[in-house]
C-alpha cells in the first residue's frame, strides 16, 4: 500500500507503509526527534492531525489522542502530522 505523509508544508507522497513514518520521513530528509526507535522513550511523538496510522508493534511511551509514536505506526491512509 501506497500512502502521503504531511508534514509542516511538505506531502511525502507514495510513502512505503512497510516502513516506519519516522522511516519515511529519514528517507525523504525529513529531521524528526527519536531515540529508541523502539516504542518505549516516546521522542518520536507527533500529532495526528488527520488520517489513520497503524502500530507494528507494542509500544510503552504514552500516546494521548490525537499523537503518534512515527517510531513504531505507518501510515494506515494519507495522513497530516505536526511536530
Ligand atoms: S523513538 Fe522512542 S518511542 Fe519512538
Known amino acids: 500500500m501506497k500512502a502521503s505523509i504531511t508534514i509542516e508544508d511538505q506531502t511525502i507522497a507514495n510513502v512505503d507503509t512497510s516502513l516506519s513514518i519516522l522511516e519515511s520521513l529519514e528517507k525523504n530528509d525529513?529531521?524528526?526527534?527519536?531515540?529508541?526507535r523502539?516504542?518505549?522513550?516516546?521522542?518520536c511523538r507527533c500529532k495526528l492531525i488527520d488520517g489513520e496510522v497503524s502500530y507494528f508493534r507494542?509500544?510503552?511511551?504514552?500516546?494521548?489522542?490525537?499523537?503518534?509514536?512515527?517510531?513504531?505506526?505507518?501510515?494506515?491512509?494519507?495522513?497530516?502530522?505536526?511536530?
Not at 38 to 43: F, P, S
Not at 69 to 78: E, G, N, Q, Y
Open 30 to 36: 525529513v529531521k524528526v526527534e527519536f531515540q529508541c
Open 38 to 43: 523502539d516504542g518505549y522513550c516516546g521522542a
Open 58 to 83: 507494542d509500544t510503552i511511551a504514552f500516546v494521548g489522542e490525537g499523537e503518534v509514536l512515527t517510531c513504531s505506526a505507518t501510515p494506515a491512509s494519507d495522513i497530516t502530522i505536526e511536530v
